[in-house]
C-alpha cells in the first residue's frame, strides 16, 4: 500500500509560479515511478508529467513542456511539481498518483486526493 498526500495547491494569476508537493509513505519510495494528473472540470484527467524511480526519465505534456518541472526526493518520500508561467487553461485539480514499479506504464496504482489550483487572468 501507498499513501499519497499533496500540498502546494492555490490561486494564482497567469504568469505565477506554484509548486506542488507529495508526499509518500507505505512502500520504499525509490522503488516505484511518480507522476502527476490533472482534471479540469468538464474534461477528462491528464497525465502532466512522471518521473522514473532513480529520476532519470521523464516525461511531460506537451501543454507544460518547457513551464514545468518534475522532480523526487528519495530520501525524503516525495515529489514535487515545478509550475511556472502559469496559464488559465492550467486551472485543474491535481493529483499526485504511484505506480506499481520503476517506470511509468499502465496505470497509476494509487492517487492522491488532489489539490486544486485556480490560475486567474
Known amino acids: 500500500q501507498v499513501q499519497l498526500v499533496e500540498s502546494g495547491g492555490g490561486l494564482v494569476q497567469a504568469g505565477d509560479s506554484l509548486r506542488l508537493s507529495c508526499a509518500a509513505s507505505?512502500?520504499?519510495?525509490?522503488?516505484?515511478?511518480m507522476g502527476w494528473f490533472r482534471q479540469a472540470s468538464g474534461k477528462e484527467r491528464e497525465v502532466v508529467a512522471q518521473i522514473s524511480s532513480s529520476a532519470r526519465v521523464k516525461y511531460y505534456a506537451d501543454s507544460v513542456k518547457g513551464r514545468f518541472t518534475i522532480s523526487r526526493d528519495n530520501a525524503e518520500n516525495t515529489v514535487s511539481l515545478q509550475m511556472n508561467s502559469l496559464k488559465p487553461e492550467d486551472t485543474a485539480v491535481y493529483y499526485c498518483?504511484?505506480?506499481?514499479?520503476?517506470?511509468?506504464?499502465?496505470?497509476?496504482?494509487?492517487w492522491g486526493q488532489g489539490t486544486q489550483v485556480t490560475v486567474s487572468l
Open positions: 498518483a504511484a505506480y506499481s514499479g520503476p517506470y511509468y506504464s499502465g496505470t497509476p496504482g494509487y
Open positions: 507505505g512502500r520504499t519510495f525509490s522503488s516505484y515511478a
